[in-house]
């Protein structure tokens, strides 16, 4: 089968669509690929099983893995050409994470050659490789259906790995021009929407927005990546230890309503507190209603929190009216996502976190970055390069010793913190049980910012 005729077909199907598209990041596509449905064409899926089967045959790999749902039932095929054996990594996360992840059996230690249906930044093929890697196998070869990234060939050469692919989105435009399946109009726009997307993977589009700024400087000018959190019920024990720990500190993180004396000058003397030692204020009000609702619990009650917080936390669970409902017709404020939280067995799978940070990229205006926690630098590396760039990661569940307390929340050490690409670590009860709050906030300031430093 040539390549042309694959083509031709996939259009034929309808797994090559042509019109305007809305896809994930917002940007709206005037192609859209979809090879799902290919499977339901058996002489389609047969021939192409054999062409891929012919261009890999000659690769050093023992088993064949498809990613799951579509490129699986082509690996099959191809693995069935072969005669080499199949594995697979589930789609679903297990709910209680048991490291049966692959399906198959293998030897650790040999090679699997991955196929994928579709490449675009080749973030998924790199994370299902490392799956892989972590159950002992060796993953060297991708192989994809249709290549649509920016040259991802070399960015992945760096990271070890080698991709095939059985087409290239020029290709497509090529072949289905010269049959009179798109217009040279057609033809056109595309060009131009990939050169866009091109230009911005290069230029990589920047969503900081100027609160996020704002606390980028203070950690610069103040050299801390300190934020406290200060839960203490009564206003002498909060404004005690405030007055010890300012100067260590870049954002003060609040629970207004664990506060048994509150009063509307509470707020007034937070605010001159955070103008005379320079920080920002942030209460970690976790909303989590409807726009309406919310709406109404960040503008009125008895704490007002809109007049006084430079930001908040917000879980996008109940979508994106959430942060419609907050921010509409405000402006100087924003807001921390809730992507993935420290307590122990919190539901907040992976696809959770991912759509997330979509939701963030989307509302990048009223959203700084993300509240994030993971046992290790090297899981909470993983989280960071999903972040959209210009936002931050702030991370919670911190002290000088991992651990846990009483009810599950679970701590990891400031060195893994800014190891991960934590740009801010959260500490409560480090510093306000310690025996000496302000020798505490100096200490978890000092180690924080000395390691965030060197750039690790
Ligand atoms: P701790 O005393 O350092 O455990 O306090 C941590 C603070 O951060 C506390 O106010 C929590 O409500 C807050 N927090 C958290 O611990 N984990 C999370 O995932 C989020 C917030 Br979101």
Not at 71 to 98: C, H, M, N, Q, S
Not at 109 to 131: P, Q, R, W, Y
Not at 226 to 255: C, G, P, R
Not at 319 to 327: A, K, R
Request: with cysteine; aromatic share 10%.
């Amino acid at each position: 089968m040539k390549k042309e005729y694959f083509i031709l077909r996939l259009h034929d199907i309808g797994a090559i669509k042509f019109g305007e598209f809305t896809l994930k990041s917002g940007h709206k596509s005037p192609f859209y690929f979809d090879l799902r449905d290919m499977i339901s064409y058996p002489e389609l899926l047969n021939k192409l099983a054999y062409l891929i089967a012919d261009e890999i045959k000659d690769a050093d790999f023992e088993y064949i893995s498809g990613v799951p749902y579509t490129a699986l039932p082509v690996a099959t095929l191809v693995a069935d050409i072969l005669d080499k054996p199949l594995i697979f990594i589930r789609k679903e996360e297990k709910a209680y994470g048991t490291k049966n992840d692959i399906i198959g059996k293998f030897e650790p230690g040999s090679k699997c050659l991955i196929i994928d249906d579709l490449i675009t930044t080749g973030e998924s093929l790199v994370e299902t490789a490392e799956k892989f890697k972590k159950a002992g196998l060796e993953i060297t070869d991708f192989y994809v259906l249709i290549d649509r990234s920016n040259n991802i060939e070399n960015q992945l050469n760096k990271l070890g790995y080698k991709l095939r692919s059985l087409i290239k989105l020029d290709k497509i435009i090529e072949v289905l021009k010269t049959n009179n399946r798109i217009s040279g109009e057609q033809k056109k726009r595309i060009k131009e929407f990939t050169s866009e997307l091109k230009h911005e993977v290069k230029t990589g589009k920047n969503y900081e927005n100027h609160l996020t700024k704002l606390l980028k400087d203070k950690i610069k000018n103040k050299k801390s990546n300190l934020i406290l959190s200060l839960d203490v019920d009564n206003q002498k024990d909060f404004f005690q230890i405030l007055e010890k720990t300012a100067k260590h500190i870049v954002m003060l993180k609040t629970h207004v309503d664990i506060l048994n004396d509150f009063t509307p000058e509470f707020i007034v003397k937070l605010k001159e507190y955070a103008i005379k030692y320079d920080f920002m204020i942030f209460e970690d009000r976790k909303f989590a209603d409807i726009g309406n609702t919310v709406r109404k619990q960040y503008r009125e009650g008895i704490y007002k929190i809109k007049n006084w917080a430079h930001f908040v936390t917000v879980h996008a669970l109940p979508g994106e009216g959430i942060l419609q409902g907050l921010f509409d017709g405000i402006s100087n404020r924003s807001s921390f996502l809730l992507a993935k939280m420290s307590s122990k067995g919190n539901l907040m799978n992976e696809t959770y976190t991912r759509n997330v940070f979509a939701t963030g990229e989307k509302y990048a205006d009223v959203v700084s970055g993300y509240i994030c926690h993971a046992n290790t630098a090297e899981e909470l590396k993983k989280l960071k390069n999903k972040i959209p760039k210009g936002q931050l990661m702030l991370m919670p569940g911190v002290k000088l010793q991992s651990g846990k307390d009483a009810t599950g929340q679970q701590y990891t050490t400031v060195e893994e913190a800014i190891k991960g690409g934590a740009d801010c670590i959260i500490v409560g009860r480090g510093i306000i049980e310690a025996e000496n709050p302000e020798t505490a906030a100096k200490e978890y300031r000092e180690r924080a910012w000395k390691m965030y430093k060197q750039g690790v």
